[in-house]
Each structure stands twice: as C-alpha cells, then as structure tokens.
C-alpha cells in the first residue's frame, strides 16, 4: 500500500501546527513518512503531552506522608496502613462520548480500571462525573442514555461496584458532554508495579485483545475542537469488551505473582505507540518493534493503524526472559494474546519494524518527556460584578424549582443502573455525599466523591478552583472519614484563547491552595483541553475525585433523621446568594461572585465533625441549595417532614461555604454546643426532623407532593 503524500493538509489533519513540524525536521533531519508523522501526532498532542498544562500542573502539591506515588504513573499510589495502598486515578472520555455515547463512555470506564490495575491492584470502586447540555436540546436525552448505559454495562459486566458520582445539565454542554471517569483499587503496598523498562535486550510483550482499526487517532481527535464534521470523526472511538477486560484482570495479577514482569504499561490513548514510547522514556531506553507479531483481528493492517490503533483490552510488558514460559502459559489459560513484539534496545530509538521493512525509525525521547510544551497567554478572568437585588420568591417556591431541576432531583434512574454491591464490600452506595467500600477482610473502610461547580469557577477560577477540592473535603468527612488525597479532571475549552488559559491557571491555583491546606494531594489526574463545538466551550469544568479513610466502620456516619432529631447547623447563616443554584435554576440568572472559601474554616470545621461523628445521626456538607435542599434531601430519605425555622431567602438558599447540616437527637445538643464553643466552631438549632410536611418559616406543603415532584423530575425533563 502505497503511503501518502506529507502535506501541509495531512500534517494539520495530524494536529501540527507548522511550528511543531519545523520541530520534528529539526529532530529527526530529514522529512518523516506517513507512520512518523502519526506517531508524532500521537506523542505530541495535548491528550498525551499536557503541552499546554505542563507548567502549571507542576505547581500542585503532590507529595505527603500517605503519597507512595504520586502523578506521572497509570495511577496515584496512596498508603492506608497495614502494608496496603489504594490506588487511584479520574480520566475523561468526553469527545468519545459525544459522537458515540455507549461506547464512549464504556471504554471509558475500561480504560481508568486498566490504569488501576495496571498497577496491580483489584479495582474495588468505580465512579462517574457527567455533564450534559439542556434537556430541551434534541441530543441530550440521547447521550444520557447511552452513556449511563456504557458505564453500567462495562463496569457490571466487569464487576466493579460504581459507588458515586454526579450528573448536570448546562447549555454550555449542548455540543460537548463530559464523562470523566474514576476507579480505584487495592494493592500491597510493597507489590505496586510501574511502567519504568529496565534492562537491555528484553523482551517486550504484548497482552490481551487482539489489534484492530478502531480508536485509530482517537487521542489526536481529543484534543481537537468539535465542528460540523463530527460524524466523520465516529470510527476514532473504540469498541469494549468488559468480559475480555475481566480475564484480562485476572491474568495481569497472576503474572504480577508470577515475578515475571519488569515493567507493564495499559495501552490506553494512542495505543502501541504511547506504551511502547512511554516505557523506554522512563527507563532511558531505546525499544524495537515487530508489527509483523502484533496480534491482529483484521486483515492487511497498516503499521500507521497498527501504531495508532486505540483498540481495548490490550497491555505492553517488558518480561524476564527466563519467566516467559510462565507468563505464556497464564494467558493461555484465560485464552488471552500473549506475544513477544519486540526488544528494548540501548540506543535512543523507537525502531518499528513491519516484516523486514523499517516503518519509523525516531529518536525515542524526543517523542516523549521532550514534546512541545508552551507557556501560554493568559488573561485573567475580570473580577465578577455584585450581584444587587434579587426578584422576590417565595421559599416553597424556590425549593420547587429546584427539586424539579434534573441537575438536583433524584438521580436513582441514573444509579439503579449500576451495580453498587458487586463484591460485597460496599457500605454506602450512590445518593450520599460519598460512596463508602469496606477494605475486604480489614476493620478500614474507604470513602469516595467527586466534586466541582462549574459555575464558581467561570465566575472566579481561583475561588473555584478551591471549592471544588473544599467540596470533596466535606463529602467526604460527611461519612466520617478522614481526606487522604485526590485526583483532578480538568475539563476546559481552548487554551489557546488566553480567556480559557486564565480558567486554567486560575482555577489550578486554587486547587493547589487547597490540597496543600486540607492535606488532599493532588497523585494523579488527566486534561482534557479544546472541549469546544464551532467555537463555544463548556463551563470550566476541573472535576475533584477524592478518598478517604475510615480506620474503622465505628467512624461511619450513615444513619437517617429520626422523629424529633434536631436540625442542626454547623457553620455561619446562609447570605452568599452569586451564582447559587437558586439563581439559575428560579431566574435563569448566572450572576455575582462565587462564594469565598475559608480554607482554615474548612479544614476546623471538617475536624470536629469528624471529631463529633459518634453522636451524629447523619451529615451532609452545604453545597449547591444551601441549607433549604439540603434538610429537604435528608429528610425525604427517611420519610419524615421537616420545619426550619428561617423563611429568609438567603439564609435558606445561600452556598457559603465550610458548613454541614447534622441530624442529632436532642440529649446530645448541650455536648455539640460545648464542644464547637471549645473548637471555635459556630452550632445553630435550625430546625427539626418530623411529621409529614415540609416548613420554611411559615410556609408548609406535605412532604409527599415534594417527594413525588423531586423523584420524577429526572426522567420527566428528560422524556425517559
């Protein structure tokens, strides 16, 4: 087959820009072929290099006590005592998504399990941050559908249990949805496996799936805008199979016991080429390849599609030769591909070999920790003006509207989807503030949540930015537990407009203010840039997955309000009305600053209601609704009314931030009061749990009309 042409409109088809293409004439000396010119393509683009984010990610704290590995690997390794670690990551999926949703979003899900246990550990939780257009636009209710049927069908036919998560709805989404993906698993602490290749002359295997043509350039389309051609763009998104990916688990751990492997690496954005390259990189080695050997599914495949190929289920391994027998015969046996393609080499070479025919021959480093990075322009974002006057509403009202937002009624349809309880260590499943999975045969527990609120963050980036991990904190010390570390998920436009760049940086200062206070490390995480369709982008969107532990389940806070529990607020009054859910969701207003966020109040306040855990009944941090949504979403759980005594509009729906609302029974009170008078921490009676309606100051409606509004709301504006 004949190559073509490199011309100035297939290197920008390829994503270069001419600059970068001087770049590689001056790298490799002479003009690349067809195949050098896609595994520069793939190497180089923003999906794989973080070109555009580099500078800046490296200002995050990544390191602590607890941070066994931190970014740079598959995934973060963070210490839980014992000899054990958790190990865990958030990846996004979202132009996949977008053009094929079940698809997208199911190889989503398969790709961060790859990445957990690539590292040998067993995936115990997954989760799932979505972000969808209007339900009016005539997509939406289209990729709901498909992508909540992706994620529960990888993740159940693969048997995790998906534990958490979120799902909103905004116009800014109605050409580009998000589905940002988490998982995290459980390993020894002493048996983590990295992706570094050591050692000349060994073999490099290839495991899993066989190779095929689809997910070929699917990270170059990544990191491309969205316009009128999208449908061209359909073959790029890969195929899954959970029940191969399964097998391909299970073989992976036997031969991490069988102290086979050197080093492993999951084939996940630009396939062969992104494994191969990364692991000679960070060995300092050079690595050759056989396409000729590549397990293939289909007939006369080029090495361009072979070297870009996205294909699932498929993992690179450097082997101890003298193990290869045994690791051979642990893939037969779950009737997996086991082939040696190729060799690592002591010249900084990425050599490919098709047959006897050199296919590229480039210097290996240069592809990978010497790509193209950029300090971009960036302007930052203009301070937002005060919000003013407000229109009147009644407090009955404003609930309404928003109980009957699909962004804040009751997401069951959503999550009755997923298997919450595979394995059989789930404790607290989807509808909490955290997902909560019992570290198997242990007294521990870990809680998980993810967390952003993209409004803040286009309003003030740095406020934002600091909300979004300050959100998770209080997620997480909800259910007791202790924040151990996080990953991000940055989700924004095009960083070459220095008003997104501004999102960008902005909103990474505040998340690195925030890790740093509340002691959240930052151990892995993924961009993903040019989120844009004919020019407009999303909200800036940097979704916060955290964990935490429980050293033991008497931690846990996970009961429900009981008749005559006392309503209780921990925290300052409501006041903070700017681009609060009420405005959007009652006036359609997107107005005034984001709230400010006191990281020292949160960290104080999130001590002692973990500190005071044993006498909560139950916990829910204040975010998105204020105190109003709040108290009606923990009463409506348990089936009981509940009578605040404020019908002031601000104090019921203000987002000021570092507060929680508690459930206690009312012979705790005096102890609660004490105890935040000795920890500078402010506790208020608000209200009380009971009878069968609903009461903002004195206005009241029976709990049931409220319930079967904030039950329904979903499916109805969706049409489901």
Wanted: aromatic content about 6%.
């Amino acid at each position: 087959m004949t190559e073509p042409a490199i011309t100035p409109e297939l290197i920008a088809k390829h994503g270069i820009k001419p600059d970068e293409y001087a770049r590689i004439l001056d790298i490799i000396g002479r003009e690349p072929n067809f195949t050098e010119l896609g595994i520069f393509s793939a190497m180089w683009n923003e999906h794989c290099s973080y070109k555009s984010s580099k500078k800046w990610l490296r200002t995050l704290p990544t390191t602590g006590p607890q941070v066994i590995c931190g970014p740079g690997e598959n995934a973060g390794v963070v210490d839980i005592g014992d000899g054990q670690a958790v190990i865990f990551k958030m990846e996004s999926h979202n132009h996949p998504s977008y053009i094929e949703p079940h698809q997208g979003a199911a190889t989503g899900v398969g790709g961060i399990l790859r990445d957990v246990f690539t590292m040998g550990a067993r995936p115990i939780a997954a989760m799932n941050a979505l972000s969808f257009g209007l339900p009016s636009h005539p997509k939406t209710a289209y990729l709901v559908k498909g992508v909540v049927e992706g994620v529960g069908g990888y993740g159940n036919a693969f048997g995790v249990p998906t534990v958490g998560g979120e799902v909103r709805f905004h116009k800014s989404y109605n050409g580009n949805c998000l589905v940002n993906a988490f998982a995290a698993g459980l390993a020894d602490a002493d048996k983590i496996f990295y992706s570094v290749a050591s050692g000349v002359g060994m073999p490099v295997v290839y495991l899993g799936a066989k190779t095929g043509r689809d997910g070929v350039g699917g990270a170059t389309m990544a990191s491309a805008e969205f316009d009128d051609t999208i449908e061209e763009k359909r073959p790029t998104v890969q195929v899954g199979d959970p029940f191969t990916e399964k097998r391909l688990l299970e073989a992976c751990l036997e031969l991490m016991a069988s102290g086979a492997v050197i080093s492993i690496q999951d084939m996940g954005a630009a396939g062969l080429t992104c494994s191969a390259v990364e692991m000679g990189d960070k060995g300092g080695l050079g690595i050759k390849l056989q396409l000729a050997d590549v397990p293939q599914r289909e007939t006369n495949m080029t090495a361009y599609e072979m070297m870009l190929s996205e294909s699932q289920e498929r993992m690179l391994m450097v082997l101890k030769p003298e193990l290869e027998d045994v690791a051979r015969a642990i893939f037969v046996k779950w009737d997996l591909d086991f082939a040696i393609v190729g060799e690592t080499i002591p010249e900084d070479r990425f050599l490919i070999l098709h047959g006897n025919d050199v296919k590229a021959d480039l210097p290996l480093s240069k592809l990978s920790s010497t790509a193209p990075e950029y300090d971009r322009p960036w302007v930052e974002t203009p301070a937002a003006a005060p919000l003013g006057d407000i229109p009147a509403i009644a407090p009955l009202d404003a609930l309404r509207a928003l109980i009957a937002s699909p962004s804040y009624a009751h997401k069951a349809w959503v999550w009755e989807q997923y298997d919450s309880q595979v394995g059989a260590d789930t404790l607290i499943t989807p509808g909490l503030p955290a997902g909560v999975v019992r570290v198997h045969g242990t007294t521990k527990a870990l809680a998980f949540t993810s967390d952003v609120t993209p409004r803040y963050v286009k309003a003030n980036p740095f406020e934002g930015g600091k909300q979004a991990v300050a959100e998770a904190y209080r997620n997480l010390t909800a259910m007791g537990a202790t924040p151990l570390a996080t990953t991000d998920n940055l989700n924004f436009g095009n960083p070459e407009k220095p008003e997104i760049m501004g999102q960008l940086v902005g909103a990474i200062k505040g998340i690195g203010a925030a890790v740093a206070a509340l002691d959240m490390p930052i151990v892995s995480g993924n961009v993903s840039l040019y989120n844009e369709t004919d020019g407009s982008g999303i909200l800036p969107t940097p979704t916060i997955g955290a964990v935490g532990i429980l050293p033991t389940l008497d931690h846990l806070i996970h009961g429900k309000p009981q008749a005559g529990d006392l309503a209780v607020l921990i925290g300052t009054s409501g006041s903070h009305l700017g681009q609060s859910a009420l405005l959007a969701e009652a006036f359609g207003m997107e107005s005034g600053d984001a709230p400010p966020v006191d990281l020292a109040a949160e960290k104080r306040h999130g001590d002692f209601i973990r500190a005071q855990a044993k006498i909560l009944r139950c916990c829910s941090d204040l975010s998105d609704g204020g105190l109003a949504l709040t108290a009606f979403e923990m009463a409506e759980a348990a089936g009981l009314g509940v009578a605040l005594e404020t019908g002031e509009i601000a104090a019921l729906f203000g987002e000021d931030q570092a507060r929680y609302l508690v459930a206690i029974d009312p012979k705790t009170l005096h102890g609660l009061k004490s105890a935040g008078h000795s920890a500078g921490v402010p506790v208020t009676v608000v209200g009380r749990f009971g009878g069968d309606e609903v009461a903002l100051g004195d206005q009241s409606a029976p709990l049931k009309t409220l319930g079967q509004t904030y039950r329904t709301a979903f499916e109805a504006a969706l049409g489901l």
